[in-house]
């Protein structure tokens, strides 16, 4: 039995039950031409397979099977709770805990030059063996730049304020210390500065 367990604006995610598997199905875009449309999403699908089979070498991420068709990526599904849902309910000695390998994780990530584009709390599952799984490498991309992997930072900063913000701060706090595993962590945290007061700027 198949079901649709999410639907954004590039894709559905499907859960294969019987398999116990996960299908991303790029949806196609009636206002782009066949030809085109096709061409996109090919390269969408391949370039965000290579990034979760990438990513899943360095940290917990669902490894994708081989591409049977060009627009879908089938993956095992990861059982567990989205930590947008429930990491508020954890006792904040755990979600401290959480927030440090989370930190450690993103760390490894951008070593690799990985950056995943939309690092919130709806993209990571926590199982029963107490790993985060990160999920949605849609936006990802290869990048070397500091501000990059600084603009991914803001993004889970800003996400914990928006989503958790009865302990935004101590939480981000336990992130950057699981973070500084990364051999350009004090770059990457004085950047994250610069990228928060442009950010400020353009609001006033």
């Given at each position: 039995m198949q079901k649709i367990i999410g639907q954004g604006a590039e894709a559905k995610i499907i859960l294969d039950e019987k398999?116990?598997?996960?299908?991303?199905?790029?949806?196609p875009k009636s206002y782009r031409l066949k030809e085109l449309d096709e061409k996109i999403r090919k390269r969408r699908t391949k370039s965000e397979k290579k990034l979760l089979e990438k990513a899943s070498k360095i940290i917990d991420v669902p490894n994708p099977f081989p591409l049977e068709e060009?627009?879908?990526?089938?993956?095992?599904?990861?059982?567990g709770k989205k930590l947008s849902v429930?990491?508020?309910?954890?006792?904040?000695?755990?979600?401290?805990?959480?927030?440090?390998?989370?930190?450690?994780?993103?760390?490894?990530?951008?070593?690799?030059?990985?950056?995943?584009?939309?690092?919130?709390?709806s993209n990571m599952i926590l199982t029963e063996e107490e790993k985060v799984f990160f999920i949605d490498f849609g936006l990802g991309y290869i990048s070397k730049k500091i501000e990059d992997k600084a603009v991914d930072l803001h993004l889970l900063k800003h996400a914990l304020e928006a989503k958790h913000f009865r302990e935004w701060k101590t939480l981000f706090e336990e992130f950057k210390k699981g973070y500084k595993k990364n051999k350009e962590a004090e770059k990457i945290l004085e950047k994250l500065i610069a990228v928060e007061k442009r950010g400020r700027y353009k609001e006033h």
């Open positions: 398999n116990n598997l996960v299908i991303k199905n790029r949806v060009f627009d879908k990526i089938n993956m095992p599904f990861i059982q429930y990491l508020d309910e954890f006792p904040l000695k755990k979600q401290k805990i959480i927030m440090k390998i989370i930190g450690n994780s993103v760390a490894k990530l951008h070593d690799a030059d990985i950056i995943h584009g939309d690092l919130t709390t």
